[in-house]
Each structure stands twice: as C-alpha cells, then as structure tokens.
C-alpha cells in the first residue's frame, strides 16, 4: 500500500498541522517507509514463535522515593498564563 499525497494532506489536516509541499513529500515517503516495514514483518512466519506479553523477562526497575527541593511556588505562577492563587487555570476541554 503507498501513502498519496492526499492522504498525507487528510493526516494533516487531522493532526491540525499546515504543511509545505515539501514536507507533504518527505512525510508521504516517511510513511511509506514506515509501511514497507510493516509489510515486510507482516511477511514474516510466526507459526512457531510463542506468543509473547513482554519481549523482556526482567521486571521493572523502581528507585525509592525522595523528597527534594522544588521551585518556589511564586517562580512557577509567574510563568502560568492564568491562575488563581496557587493553582493554574486552563481553558474548558468540555463545555
């Protein structure tokens, strides 16, 4: 399957991005790549590999907690467009 240029211009419009003509190019070849890829592990025979949950068997490294200093709270509003006391105010998601 090959990406077309209208289907970049879609993915684009989708993802709320403008692009140049020539980066409407590089990311149809990008993709195109990428799905070339993608059919060339889809070629692949796995009839006699066991299905996997985690292709690494070591468990997940935690570090102990610990408190440290943080910035002082006066610093981090100054740099909040709009908050109220100690907390940032951030426009509705949902109306």
Do not use: C
């Not at 990406?3 to 684009?12: D, G, N, P, S």
């Amino acid at each position: 399957m090959k990406i077309q240029q209208v289907e970049v211009l879609h993915i684009a419009r989708l993802s709320r991005l403008s692009l140049s003509e020539a980066e409407v190019e590089q990311y149809g070849e990008d993709l195109n790549s990428i799905l070339g890829y993608m059919d060339a592990l889809n070629a692949l025979n796995t009839d006699d590999i066991p299905p996997t949950s985690h292709a690494v068997t070591n468990g997940t490294v935690m570090r102990d907690d610990a408190v440290l200093p943080s910035l002082p709270l006066e610093l981090v509003m100054a740099n909040a467009p709009d908050h109220d006391m100690d907390h940032f105010r951030v426009p509705p998601v949902i109306e």
